[in-house]
């Protein structure tokens, strides 16, 4: 399994962007079950969850609720974040991540940049 993650960019504050997270190798059934994620990475800083999806619920960082929704495609077995109202704070490498097969897998990161 991999993840291949799309979508980052400069962006202008208050503007929007959505990434994408194809789980290629997955099985749709596990995919849909399983639980994913994005978390995101600022330089110097820790790594932190944004938003979590399981197959029954969706929970986010206090800081991007209201702005981000996190979402699944099971037809293309992909994982999306819809970000709107950026901020620069948002500004970091954006991670997706999920459990498969009894394994933690992340993808390679793709890199937001808003500016003020």
């Known amino acids: 399994v991999q993840l291949q993650a799309s979508g980052g960019g400069l962006v202008q504050a208050g503007g929007s962007l959505r990434l994408s997270c194809t789980v290629v190798?997955?099985?749709?059934?596990?995919?849909?079950?399983?639980?994913w994620a994005w978390y995101r990475q600022g330089p110097g800083e820790q790594r932190d969850l944004v938003a979590g999806?399981?197959?029954?619920?969706?929970n986010y960082n206090d800081s991007v609720k209201g702005r981000f929704t996190i979402s699944r495609d099971s037809a293309r077995k992909r994982l999306h974040l819809q970000m709107s109202n950026l901020k620069p704070e948002d500004s970091a490498r954006y991670y997706c991540t999920g459990n498969y097969g009894g394994r933690t897998y992340w993808g390679q990161g793709t890199q937001v940049t808003v500016s003020s």
């Open positions: 190798g997955a099985i749709t059934s596990e995919f849909n079950g399983n639980d």
């Open positions: 999806i399981s197959s029954r619920a969706t």
